[in-house]
């Protein structure tokens, strides 16, 4: 997949072919749209991608997404053409109309309680977030991120298997993996002053090395000093939406 | 169903008989309990209702809601007799499980639309708790809710149906109620200042009509005077509780 320049206000609609194809509504570095591309991606579902500018969003971004956030995914072939926002409902839409690979779990307790997962990561997210947007460090926020996350590894020791989703990724393992990505940035952040603790995640360590090496996350992955980049800009109040718009070393494609 | 006192700090753990029967962790005012409450009895699902004093917990809540937070149903017949948590998870769920009457649409996407309208409605319940839990009225929370409020006012006119969910409430129509029934406790909270629009909200007053007279909605209504009686104990930060455990005309029972 390409990286196209992210559409700001007084930006036309994009000339899409009548294809048939999803369109998607997504920006580079968001991580909530991130979740779908894993989905999409998994699930080898061809879409276009549409990038939004969210610091200054084109006036048509409502049209698709009420709120004018990202993720946005336009049905183009289902009547009227409607689009879906929330990353979550977006990939459980996906993981029902295209079962193969099956993300979440076919037991109806399983997918419950996995979902249940994806909502005790939030404090994690909240978390990240202190450390990402805030330039003076929050004191206790390294210390949630861990205690956030031993729910994780204590849930993949307990499972035993090297992803949630078994021998390979499932859908809890796509909906945390965007933020899990990003922490590599907290070192560059923050002067080098983080490592996550070997012994004390041990499992999810392992977890993080082979998510590194799935297709799908392959197909999106950035690594810690890019995701830094981006998220110095941001802070900046000049957020560089389009420093990968010509594809250097950082940016993979699928 | 009847009401038993909330076990608080200190209370021992219920005996309840080894029936198989779902045990549900709720609290009488709680909204997003209700919105579990609303699904199990228009399902007809039989529960024990383990009422929790969310002020002073009893110690043992943790070994069935992690975060000590109610929702929680524990699946006594299932293996580990786990429980679930989240309001929104709990009834999917239930809508899997038990699929008479099904709640949500069967069609993935309207299911998905549904879903996105349930987000939609978080910003009304926002604003209603400003008002719920501040002795001082918020000036733009009256406002924020007829915004909220419009969204779903526009979304009955144009499904041309009584309820959400068609000829009968759905899912939708559920996990919006609670708040919707509280909506009432308002004008006792300030002091007969809030009407809702009766030509901006036609359809939508017309629905709230005939969701009080809907059987599961009837299990556990409760008029805005009660809710507001509640609502004042708790603001003066002395929740009280067990005042409908010695049931009034107010309290309605399936």
């Not at 990939?91 to 249940?116: G, S, V, W």
């Not at 204590?154 to 909906?175: C, Q, V």
Request: aromatic share 12%; with cysteine; charged share 30%.
């Amino acid at each position: 997949m390409g990286i196209g320049k992210h559409l700001a206000k007084g930006s036309p609609k994009p000339q899409l072919p009548d294809d048939g194809v999803l369109r998607f509504y997504t920006m580079r570095f968001c991580p909530f749209a991130h979740r779908v591309h894993l989905v999409l991606d998994a699930k080898k579902i061809p879409y276009h991608s549409i990038f939004i500018n969210l610091h200054e969003k084109p006036e048509w971004l409502t049209e698709y997404s009420p709120l004018g956030k990202v993720p946005a995914l336009q049905l183009v072939t289902a009547e009227g053409k409607p689009a879906l926002i929330e990353s979550l409902i977006i990939a459980e839409y996906l993981d029902e109309l295209y079962p193969e690979p099956k993300l979440f779990p076919a037991d109806p307790l399983k997918k419950a309680q996995d979902k249940i997962l994806i909502e005790r990561f939030n404090p994690v997210i909240a978390a990240m977030y202190k450390i990402f947007v805030n330039t003076e460090v929050s004191p206790g926020a390294i210390t949630d991120i861990s205690t956030g996350l031993d729910v994780f590894e204590k849930e993949l020791r307990s499972r035993g298997s090297a992803f949630f989703g078994g021998d390979k990724p499932g859908m809890l393992d796509y909906m945390i993996w965007p933020w899990c990505e990003r922490s590599e940035m907290i070192k560059y952040l923050l002067n080098n002053k983080y490592e996550m603790d070997k012994e004390r995640f041990e499992k999810l360590l392992n977890w993080r090395d082979l998510m590194i090496e799935d297709e799908a996350v392959k197909c999106f992955y950035l690594d810690g000093e890019t995701h830094a980049k981006f998220m110095k800009s941001r802070r900046e109040g000049t957020p560089n939406y389009d420093m990968l718009v010509n594809p250097t070393k950082r940016q993979r494609t699928c």
